[in-house]
T-cell receptor, first 110, second 115 residues
Framework: GQNIDQPTEMTATEGAIVQINCTYQ??????LFWYQQHAGEAPTFLSY????GLEEKGRFSSFLSRSKGYSYLLLKELQMKDSASYLC???????????FGAGTTVTVRA | EADIYQTPRYLVIGTGKKITLECSQT?????MYWYQQDPGMELHLIHY???????EKGDLSSESTVSRIRTEHFPLTLESARPSHTSQYLC??????????????FGPGTRLTVL
């Protein structure tokens, strides 16, 4: 199985940078996903890492260290619309199923 | 981006009723999934399918059942709803096959309340 931990809440100011950490302990690893979920809405795909290193996509970047069982999502130049829950999910090896963390609620203040 | 639809979006029903939550996708994805999510909690996989006539139970035990008769359609049925079934139900799909990322795309969800 998978054990995935991420902070419950974070607060930041508009224009700032926030880093959301995710640690995992898994019986097998075949990729890590980050999703954004606004209240009452469906999760939307943000990023995917399967090799160590940083993946950059505009204002969002995601980092993975497989040896440490660690990932982070970096949100730069925060905007009010970035207020949402951010979900870390790990994919298993044999069955390709995703296991999700409980999500980190980010609140952006003016 | 996948086009995936769920109906109804909201449903309030009484105990003992039979209900079916609909999920359809128009991208021809082979894999489809049902998740259950309570407020502030993680998504739990309750059912998945890797293609027509293929269904498997997920990691979280559920009293619901699913069917996959057509590629695009993956309905979830509760034969007799109870208050403990109150939750948000999210459907997802992914392309499957040899796709290296096999990203899952989610529908808007059905918020079910059983009185």
């Amino acid at each position: 199985g998978q054990n995935i931990d991420q902070p419950t809440e974070m607060t930041a100011t508009e224009g700032a940078i926030v880093q959301i950490n995710c640690t995992y302990q898994t019986s097998g690893f075949n990729g890590l996903f980050w999703y954004q979920q606004h209240a009452g809405e469906a999760p939307t795909f943000l990023s995917y890492n399967v090799l160590d290193g940083l993946e950059e996509k505009g204002r969002f970047s995601s980092f993975l260290s497989r040896s440490k069982g660690y990932s982070y999502l970096l949100l730069k130049e925060l905007q009010m619309k970035d207020s949402a829950s951010y979900l870390c999910a790990v994919r298993g090896v044999n069955d390709y199923k995703l296991s999700f963390g409980a999500g980190t609620t980010v609140t952006v203040r003016a | 981006e996948a086009d995936i639809y769920q109906t109804p979006r909201y449903l309030v029903i009484g105990t003992g009723k039979k209900i079916t939550l609909e999920c359809s996708q128009t991208m021809g994805h082979d894999k489809m999934y049902w998740y259950q999510q309570d407020p502030g909690m993680e998504l739990h996989l309750i059912h998945y399918s890797y293609g027509v006539n293929s269904t498997e139970k997920g990691d979280l035990s559920s009293e619901s059942t699913v069917s996959r008769i057509r590629t695009e359609h993956f309905p979830l049925t509760l034969e007799s709803a109870r208050p403990s079934h109150t939750s948000q139900y999210l459907c997802a799909s992914s392309v499957g096959g040899m796709s290296p990322t096999d990203t899952q795309y989610f529908g808007p969800g059905t918020r079910l309340t059983v009185l």
